[in-house]
Every structure is written in C-alpha cells, then in structure tokens.
C-alpha cells in the first residue's frame, strides 16, 4: 500500500499542534494583560478634570490634612468632594487672577457646581463605607495610595472584588492605629502580623466571616 | 418514520418570520405552525412530535437545530454584560442630577426647616451668646478626651493658617495667604471662649465660616485647645503644682 501522507505532514502536524498550543496560550495572556492593564482597570491614568487638581501641591507642600476637604470621611459612607466654598477659603485670597481657577470662581458666581469626574468609581452594587473603614484603622494610602504625592489624581488600585478580599481575609495585614489612618507615609512595621492581631481586637474587627459574607458590601 | 426534535425547527421558523418554510413540511407538522403563530415556540422545546418521514427542512437544518439552542443560551449571559448595574439610576451623593436646575442630586436644607433631632435650642452651646453678649466658661465638660479631640480638629481644620502653636505662621500664610493675629496677643488672651467658637462658626476677617465643616461639639473642643495653646505660651513656672516645679528645677 502506498503512503498516504507525503513527508511534510509530519511538519504540518507539528506546525499544526505547537501553532494551537502558542494560540491558545497568547490568547490567554492577551486577555490576561488587556483585562489587568490600565485600559481596562484605569489605575494610574489621570482624568480629564474640570480644574487640574494637585493634590501633591495641597497635602504635602501646603500641608492641608485630608479632613480639610474630605469633611465627611469619619462620619459618612461618602468621603465627600470639598464645595467651591471650601476652595475659595484659600483662594479668594490666593491666585484669585489665576486663568486655571476661572470655572472655580465662576461656580461660586452662578451656584452651579463642579463637575468633578471619579476617580475611583465602584460599581453602585457595592455599598462601601469609609467612616466604618476609618474607624476600624484602615488608612487612606491602603485604597488610595500616596496621593500626597500625584499631581494629578489617579487611582491606586484595581478595586476589584479580589483586591478587596485580599484584606477582608487578612485583615491584621493591613489594619494601622487609629492615630495613622491620615498618615499618608505610614509603612507596616515589621510585626505588623502581631500588632494587627491586636489592633482587630481592640477594634472589635469581626473576623468571624462577616467580613467576607456577601451582604457586607452588597445588599 | 422518524422522531424530529421539533422544538429546534420551531425555532427555526421562528426566527425566519415567514411561513415559507412550512413549504417543505408535511400536514403533519400543523401544530408546529400554530406554536410558531402563536409566539409560544420556547414551551415547546422539549417537545417531540411524531412526524411521518424525515422532510428535507429536518435534516437541512440539524445543525441549526443544535447550535441555536446553544447560541440562545448565550445570549443571556452576553446581555447581562450591560453597565446597568454599574451605574443604576438611583442618586448618590453628589451625583448629577438631570432633574434639579444646578444638576446637583445633593440638595441644600429648605429655608425654615429644622432637622429631626436638631432643634438647636441651646443658644450658649449653639451660638456661643446668651442674650448677645460671649459667654465666658466652656458649655461642654473639659475632659482630656475633648483636649485630645480639639488638638486633632485643630491640626487637621486650623493649624493651615493658624500653625501648630496657634502663632499665625502656618503653611498656607507662608505661601501669601494674609496672616490671622496670633493667639497668644493680649486681646485674644483675654477674649471669652465664646468668641472663639463664634468666628469658627461664622468667620472672621477674610476666614471663612467653618460651620459646615466642624461640628458645633468639635468647634468647642477646638475652642478648649486654643486656650491650652495660650496658656503653653504665658505660663509662669510658680503656677505649676510644688512636686512639678522641683521637677522642673532639677531638670535646669
């Protein structure tokens, strides 16, 4: 009986199974890159801002605390966006002339608000709280980042549900003392497993599973 | 004969909208033309219909028969990837409004309205007056815990212009902001209390009002700190308890 198949079809075969092994594989990390890149999660891309906000040059040149303009953080689910009127505290004295401020002032004429645009925007089925957060010692760089130091606001982290069970499971990793939650440089120390073991108690941390019972952030 | 998995050729007729295909079937099949009319034809997907031969239609579309159940079954999860649920219609603080003429959803507190709970009738705590003039003593008890709280609301909401020592020399001054007095002058030494928590109330000069900022509580746990802060800087060794002042001494 003659060959049924020329030589090259072993090649063909090889080119063939390798080819679909490297496809399949590149299209999993394509998707892969694509899915955890900033275009699709938007971590350190800066938004388009109605006034180009630094928040470098107000927290760590001007040394103004995050409660200034987050007025609400300790008290509401919502940290709060500062009113023009909290702005033109400073600046109806300070660069009143400035072009980049001129939608500010013109807000404070007309009563018609910024439009800031969100940075870090959560789905509207998750119901997060900060006061509950900074109650319990979970500081502003843990979501945020060091913000003291982006001249342009961005987001720090993905806020995916996974990244936020990274704590909810092990929260003694990352619960700070209460008197650090504003300290934008805090670092753990190096028994931070032990003294977050401590601070869960003394801040009566749950860590019965409500932490990661799914009606604690969605109802 | 055969059995035919008629719920996928009603699929199938379903979805071409015409009653063409009926062309190819035999009398039979009638019910099926019913089920499609009648726009039921997901009931009858589990159906099996006895059918008298295999009609050309049947085994054209057997593959159509397969996939689009397959296909059908999809579409529900790719429809669920809207961002409705992302972004509901429901207002969130601060939200944009297509309703309310300044586009806010956040509304301001109608003129006249008291909140549940907030009557405000205690003037001297409230306002810091009784009948118009300062009051003198602190309305609130001094505790170190309203010590403690009044440093933390004053180095978070004052020491900006104010600094830490309440001297007028803060971050923002330095920058070009006009300088606030110093606290430790003779006329604020001996201002009442009163009128501490009224100019964080209603501002002073070119200080804006902090009313919707700090909290009439903090706004007198402030008011106790800026006394403290003045006292660290006019206080003479002989005040201090006889123990602390030989403390004091061998200290020297």
Not at chain 1, 187 to 207: C, F, K, S
Not at chain 2, 119 to 136: M, P, Q, S, V
């Amino acid at each position: 009986m003659a060959q049924l198949f020329p030589k090259s079809a072993n090649v063909h075969a090889r080119v063939t199974i390798f080819g679909l092994v490297i496809l399949i594989c590149g299209a999993g990390w394509a998707t892969s890159t694509i899915y955890w890149s900033p275009y699709t999660t938007n971590v350190d891309v800066p938004l388009q801002q109605p006034i180009p906000f630094s928040h470098k040059h107000h927290v760590t040149d001007d040394g103004i605390d995050c409660r200034y303009c987050h007025t609400s953080v300790e008290k509401s689910s919502f940290a709060g966006i500062p009113p023009t009127e909290t702005c033109m505290t400073c600046h109806s004295q300070l660069w009143t002339d400035a072009p980049v401020l001129a939608s500010l002032r013109n807000s404070l004429a007309t009563g018609q608000p910024l439009k800031w645009i969100r940075v870090n925007d959560l789905p509207d089925y998750v119901y997060f709280n900060h006061s509950a957060h900074v109650a319990k010692g979970i500081g502003c760089s843990n979501c945020h980042g060091r913000v003291d130091r982006m001249p342009l606001t961005r987001k720090a982290e993905t806020l995916y549900m996974r990244w936020c069970l990274r704590c909810h499971e092990n929260p003694q990793q990352f619960i700070r003392p209460r008197d650090k939650v504003f300290d934008m440089a805090w670092r753990a120390p190096p028994n931070q497993e032990e003294q977050g073991q401590a601070l869960i108690r003394q801040y009566h941390v749950d860590t019965s599973g409500r932490l990661t019972n799914c009606s604690t952030c969605h109802r | 004969m055969n059995i035919i998995n008629t719920g996928a050729s009603a699929r199938w007729i379903y979805t071409s909208d015409s009653a063409q295909p009926f062309q190819g079937l035999s009398p039979s099949v009638e019910t099926i033309k019913t089920v499609c009319r009648s726009h039921h034809v997901c009931h009858r997907a589990e159906a099996a219909v006895l059918m008298t031969g295999p009609t050309e239609l049947s085994k054209r579309n057997k593959w159509l028969g397969r996939a689009l159940p397959l296909l059908l079954s999809i579409i529900p999860l790719i429809a669920a990837c809207r961002r409705d649920m992302m972004n509901q219609p429901k207002a969130k603080p601060l939200s944009e409004s297509d309703f309310f003429s300044d586009q806010a959803n956040a509304r301001p507190i109608p003129p006249h309205t008291v909140a549940w709970r907030n009557a405000r009738e205690n003037d001297a705590f409230y306002t810091g007056l009784t009948n118009g003039t300062y009051i003198t003593e602190l309305p609130v008890k001094l505790t170190p815990a309203l010590m403690a709280r009044g440093r933390e609301r004053f180095e978070a909401m004052c020491a900006e212009c104010h600094d830490r020592t309440g001297s007028g020399n803060g971050m923002v001054v330095l920058r070009g902001f006009p300088q606030p007095p110093s606290y430790h002058v003779p006329r604020l030494r001996n201002a009442p209390i009163g009128h501490f928590f009224d100019v964080i109330t209603n501002g002073y000069g070119v200080m804006y009002s902090y009313a919707t900022r700090v909290e009439p509580e903090d706004r007198w746990a402030i008011a106790a700190y800026i006394r403290a802060l003045q006292l660290s800087h006019n206080a003479n060794a002989s005040d201090l308890a006889v123990a602390e002042q030989q403390k004091l001494e061998s200290r020297k």
